[in-house]
């Protein structure tokens, strides 16, 4: 059998630009059995034209599940009840995480801030200036002029 679920949309989406929007689909939290899911994009999506971004649906999440979505040639309509995505469930392999009380909605954190750091393509990019803080540290605050480039998974300063 299929190791996924399709879900569809609950209801009619205008995408006007290309940001990324949350879709609500007609798929709740929590999932049965104590299980997660990966969220991921139904294959005949992006030959549309629309991009579902991958997703985590935690085992203890409550409330209804969203995709985001994004288009690089806007306008897309999202008809209601469209598959445009799939829940592919898993047994998290977590030991002793903490419990943490969670609010429905999703996109959130339980974790410690973190930052995030966009930046516009101009004609200066990637040259920029950045000014490191810290309260621990001294100096306090060490700015950098030079060029960067960050990644998925790593930062690299030059």
């Known amino acids: 059998g299929s190791v996924r679920v399709d879900v569809t949309t609950a209801m009619s989406v205008a ?9 609500p689909l007609e798929a709740f939290g929590p999932l049965r059995h104590g299980l997660s899911a990966l969220l991921l994009r139904r294959s005949s999506v992006t030959l549309q034209g629309l991009f579902v971004l991958p997703g985590i649906i935690d085992a203890d999440f409550t409330g209804q599940i969203a995709a985001m979505v994004w288009t690089p040639s806007p306008p897309v309509t ?6 445009i995505a ?3 469930p898993f ?3 977590v030991h ?3 419990q943490v009380e969670r609010e429905t909605g ?3 954190s339980t974790g410690e801030a973190q930052v995030f750091w966009t930046q516009a393509v101009t004609d200066s990019r990637p040259n920029m200036t950045c000014t490191l803080l810290s309260s621990h540290e001294s100096p306090h605050a060490i700015t950098i ?10 930062t690299i300063i030059s």
Do not use: C, E, R, Y
């Open 78 to 83: 999202i008809p209601a009840q469209s598959h």
């Open 145 to 154: 002029i030079g060029m960067f480039d960050t990644g998925a998974d790593v």
């Open 15 to 23: 995408i006007k630009d290309n940001k990324v929007h949350k879709v």
């Open 91 to 93: 047994v998290a392999q």
């Open 106 to 108: 999703g996109f959130g």
């Open 86 to 88: 799939q829940l592919v």
């Open 96 to 98: 002793n995480a903490d």
